[in-house]
């Protein structure tokens, strides 16, 4: 499998883990103690401690917003199949391109 796939995969799952917590099922990105809220740019990183290039660079957009765009719809897909396997063969399949491997 392709590591890029995996670590994508892999992030929208934890990013999706909040659903489970009461009262963020649909808005895992306002829980507090998750990073997935500054992935989708819906707050900053006040601390500075993260690097969101390497995921969202997977996505290979021109524009970051077009590829913070195309994260969140990779994340509500995993959220909604639950089923890491399912989001493995949706980027295998290229339903969200990310590399010219996968194509």
Not at 48 to 74: E, F, P, Q, V, W
Request: net charge positive; aromatic share 16%.
């Amino acid at each position: 499998m392709c590591s890029e796939t995996y670590s994508l995969a892999l992030s929208a799952y934890i990013h999706n883990n909040p659903k489970d917590v009461f009262g963020y099922r649909g808005q895992e990105e306002y829980f507090y103690y998750s990073s997935y809220g500054i992935y989708a740019s819906f707050h900053n990183d006040k601390w500075g401690i993260l690097d969101t290039n390497y995921i969202l660079g997977l996505m290979h957009c021109k524009k970051r917003s077009d590829a913070t765009d195309k994260y969140i719809r990779l994340v509500k897909k995993q959220n909604t199949e639950n089923s890491m396997r399912n989001i493995i063969e949706c980027l295998q399949n290229g339903e969200f391109y990310i590399s010219k491997t996968l194509k």
